[in-house]
């Protein structure tokens, strides 16, 4: 039988609040046996007061993007159950289907932490314990996402881009969207509609005038340890892709000048924010499992590259053009000196991403000495030193951590 739902609508109407979802002829039509979600979310009983104590303006259906709204996304990702919110500086979608925690002790003593501030929110809340259905890994990720925003104006020291009222969203007119699929045929569905674009794991985008899309799927991991004998903490290792993805993001739009950071800024970046969910499954480069134990002990790593002089020098990394075939080491390298950079530098982030997160003219990506030159500059203005002053005072600094 067909179930009819009616679609939400802004908090702000208070009005009685239902799920959108497309009905299950639809879902059948692209493959039954998908897990369908529960209408009413468990923690906030679908209350648009509980909500708004969650920090979400709307909840179901509302605009997306490429005016398109959240429906009509949803139908041409096949039409399967998926949760749509707005929060403060994000528009999320998520497809995830309900996850069976594993007996991993990092990943429970995170969520502990997590479902405390979930609990300070809305007072009265009874934390999952065996497992996450869908509505609260919905409240978990618009949690993380915020938090991740939080972290990042103030370390880079952007209170006042962000309190923007006309470019609110570091420097975009509208929210950051944030697509976090179960199924690798939701990605591939979305891709091909509206970004013309083919990626089995994740993507990236954005456009003047618009915003920044991160968009994967969980699928490529959970395949990716499915025959591990001990069940693996995939929703960490998928935290960790997001956070990620995110700072990226937030670095490659930085003021809308949309892909001009250069690149060691924004991997390390990534993997600054992304190493502080669960360094055990932030991986240096391409996408592939940890081979050794110690793979995510960068700090002895890269400890190990200084004494041994083994490493690329800040001189080499500002000629890092787009594409630039980096191994592991140039990715712990990249993420130990932005690390210093944000922890210990002295010096002025702010005008040191907009001096850099520029288009050369004819909004070109630059030559190998155009961007040397330019970072260069822009070390000296920001930080008071060149290049060869800051990798003396990053070595001292990576010996002793």
Known sequence: MTRHRKPLIALAALSALCLFFASSAIAQQQGGGMEEFEEIDPYTENDPAKFALLGYSQVGSFGWAYGERTENVQATMGGLDFLWVETEHFRIGSSLGTYKIPNDREEKDKLKEEFKQLKKKLGRF???????????????YAQRAENLYADYVKEFGLEAMASDKEKPYLGHPKRFLLLICERKSELGRYLRAYEKAENEYS???????????????????????????????????????VVAGLARNFINGHNEQLFNAPIWLSYGTGYHYARKVDPRWVLGGPMARPMTDDHHEWDERVAKLVDNKFFASMADMFRWLPGAELNERDHMVMWSKVEFMILDLEGDLTKFLNAVVVPFPGLTAGSEEELEKRQAVAFAGSFDVDAAEFDEKWTEWAEDR
Do not use: C
């Open 203 to 241: 993507f990236t985008s954005g456009k003047v005038g618009e915003t920044m899309l991160f968009a994967l799927n969980n699928e490529v991991l959970a395949e990716a340890y499915k025959d591990q004998e001990v069940p693996q903490p995939i929703d960490s290792m998928l935290h960790t892709r």
């Open 126 to 140: 009874k934390a999952p314990k065996k497992e996450l259905d869908p509505w609260i890994r919905l409240h978990l």
